[in-house]
């Protein structure tokens, strides 16, 4: 088994923080800005081995440690920089009028088992660290909202997730991942991600949590790669049409019912499930293009949609929810805001000139070659969720002369923003160093190599 140490480093400062915050017993504003502290060193520490990685695992490897490396070099090579800055950006626009300390605490617990999810290739250590994500997301909600609604509907998904991936992982290592058994374990593997990603029917835990949750425990649990690094973890077999089915339907309806939503906050969550159905087409088609797109799109999505969830929240905290029935929002007061949300959004979609735009560019172009029906519905979803993100922006930042007080982004908020939009456009004009290049002996679609993987992609796709 393959260890990155980067991911691994950062997971075990955000757990220390945890404990600190635990230790301490600030107040909310205190906690906040502690937590901030501690998902910045996490993310420096994971960005610092970026350009050291050759270096230190060339030092590695001649110690006899070749198991050990920097990051990964694969699929999941920039995914730990991805999670680690949608965790700044959920910690640092968490309004501390829905955040508790206690809350702050879950939020980097929850961060450090996404960030240990990208350090391995493992299925049974990403199975059991959905696990322990799940039990400090129900701590926090059972504690918040009781043991009953959003949090009895996660409970159940999530055990229902993890029972069933348990059970794949478990019959897929006995056997040799074919026959009547491989069948059953790749089922269980599929159910589970569908359950994880939020994809129909498995989708109301989602919508639940985004109405109810505190935002910055809900964006950490959604953002975190468990589904996609379990897909494609070593030694998983191909998905088939299977996935590929659930997740086209649920990219096509969620996409369409976000349309209809009449509140934001269940616009977004429409366009979470439908955006993670996009990328699980890319995965589920197993093509090097789509699995690569499909990647690339993720890593956007947790960075995007982390932003645009935690701008809309800030935004309600200052005034309230915004819904159709609001009067609006003043885009002369609160311009930082209002662009804030829009162009984080349109990332997410895959608007172009941003990193999305490449990832589902790769992926809908190497669905052409299997199905056209498929990137029709695939482009037709991100049109639909395209069209969403600009209805509430015009609906929650536009519309009314007046002001009620409400503030613009702090620095704090600012600078987490700048950041988030700085790795999108820059990442979207020059995408070459950040697109996927490919499984490796820790992680990838039949990871014995990329011909087996084409190989494989040929067989079982959608006509």
Known sequence: MTVSLGPLLAAVLLLLGAGDLAHRRLDARRARAAATGWAGTALAAIVICVPLAGLVDDALAGVGWGTLTTLTTGWARWTPVATGLAGL?????????????????????VLATGLAATATGEPAVIVALWALASAAMWRDLRHRLGSRGPARLFALHQAFGVTLAALGVTVLAIGDGSGRAGTIGTAAIIAAATARLGLLPL????????????????????????APMLLLADSMPATGTGLLVIAAVSALLSALLGLVQPDARRGLSAVTVSVSGIVACGIANASPTTVAGAVLAW????IGMAGALMVLSATEARRGPITLTGAGGSFARTPKLAVAFLLL??????????????????????????????????????????????????????????????????????????????????????????????????????????SAHTDTATGGHAP
């Not at 919508?207 to 809900?218: I, Q």
């Not at 890593?299 to 947790?302: E, G, L, S």
């Open 89 to 109: 950006v959920a910690v640092a626009l968490a309004p501390v009028r829905t955040h508790t300390p206690r809350t702050f605490i879950h939020v980097l617990m």
């Open 203 to 226: 989708h109301l835990w989602v919508s639940g949590l985004v109405e109810s949750a505190p935002m910055g425990l809900v964006v950490v649990f959604l953002t975190g790669p468990t």
């Open 299 to 302: 890593q956007a999505y947790a």
């Open 345 to 450: 959004g349109l990332a997410v979609v895959g608007f172009p000139a941003t990193l999305g735009f490449v990832g589902e560019d790769l992926l809908i172009e190497g669905t052409r070659e299997s199905s056209s029906l498929l990137m029709v519905a695939l482009a037709v979803a991100t049109a639909a969720n395209g069209a969403t993100v600009v209805r509430w922006f015009f609906t929650g930042f536009t519309g009314r002369r007046d002001h009620i007080g409400e503030p613009d982004l702090t620095t704090r908020e600012q600078w987490a923003v700048t950041a988030a939009l700085a790795v999108l456009l820059i990442g979207g004009l020059t995408p070459g160093g950040l697109v996927p290049d490919g499984p490796n002996p820790a992680f990838g679609l039949r990871s014995a190599g990329s």
